[in-house]
């Protein structure tokens, strides 16, 4: 058996696509008698596949790209009427001219000779240049302003939502640990603000702010003055510190939970005020 066979006869057997990874974690009571984590954290680990976006999500909405067809749809209608009108006896840029006039419907007189059949190629060219044009139009506003408007919305009525709740949990970071810890809370029943750089687009997320966790105006926005338990889920030691330290400074009696990367972080959280410590490693 050659070098190439045994090199196969001991390769890695092939993982399936979900690879689980338990974190044991210890019970965190808090002020209300229920148990903040009852159970170990299973998180599922999924290795990235490239999916087409329709087979993975549906058909999303996509203005941009409806904007960028109706503008192929537009420029292809005007070189068909520049066509046409040279075709009829005008120049190339006397055509491009008339072809350009029909479609934005200005009302200037027709150049050259007016025939039966020049007459029947307008009407055409109005009925599909000025369709294209109008639809293109149309797109393009949507896409400047109608996503904008809606995020807006959203944003400010989840905004108000959060204002008036009281006695939640902060969650900052919905990464992997982010999300195992926000889907047990929820399950729990607990009421959850999820702080995070990115938006997240989370069915099942109810109340989110974006942005950094380490700024104090974001940490005000989730409502963290009248919260009764922080967890701090970011990736970085050092970002969990420095929210600790803020958040304490906040709130006297916020119950604090901090994920630690390293054991030599655990004594450095708790100077800082944090109640619990878990080691995810």
Not at 38 to 57: D, F, G, N, S
Not at 75 to 82: F, Y
Not at 83 to 96: I, K, M, N, P, Q
Request: glycine share 8%; with cysteine.
């Amino acid at each position: 058996m050659g070098p190439d066979a045994d090199l196969l006869a001991h390769r890695a057997p092939h993982r399936p696509p979900f690879a689980p990874i338990t974190t044991t974690v210890q019970p965190a009571p808090v002020e209300d008698g229920s148990d903040l984590f009852l159970k170990p954290v299973k998180i599922w680990a999924r290795r990235r596949t490239r999916r087409h976006p329709y087979l993975a999500r549906g058909a999303p909405k996509d203005p941009w790209g409806r904007f960028w067809a109706g503008l192929s749809v537009l420029a292809l209608v005007t070189a068909v009427g520049t066509f046409g009108y040279h075709r009829l006896g005008l120049t190339v840029g006397e055509a491009l001219y008339q072809t350009v006039i029909t479609i934005t419907t200005v009302g200037y007189e027709e150049i050259g000779t007016v025939t039966d059949n020049y007459r029947v190629f307008t009407i055409l060219l109005i009925m599909f240049g000025v369709g294209a044009a109008l639809y293109t139009l149309s797109v393009l506003i949507e896409s400047l302003f109608e996503g904008r408007l809606d995020d807006e919305i959203r944003r400010r009525r989840m905004q108000k939502q959060i204002d008036r709740l009281s006695g939640h949990v902060v969650l900052c970071g919905f990464g992997q640990v982010g999300r195992a810890i926000h889907r047990d809370l929820v399950a729990a029943g607990r009421t959850v603000v999820v702080i995070d750089r990115r938006e997240v687009t989370d069915e099942g997320l109810a109340h989110a702010v974006v942005g950094e966790a380490t700024d104090d105006s974001v940490l005000v926005s989730a409502g963290l003055e009248r919260a009764s338990t922080l967890v701090l889920a970011l990736d970085s030691d050092v970002d969990n510190l420095y929210v600790a330290l803020t958040a304490r400074s906040m709130g006297p009696d916020l119950f604090i939970v901090a994920r630690s990367n390293n054991s030599t972080a655990e004594p450095k959280l708790r100077q800082a005020g944090v109640d619990r410590v878990v080691n995810t490693h």
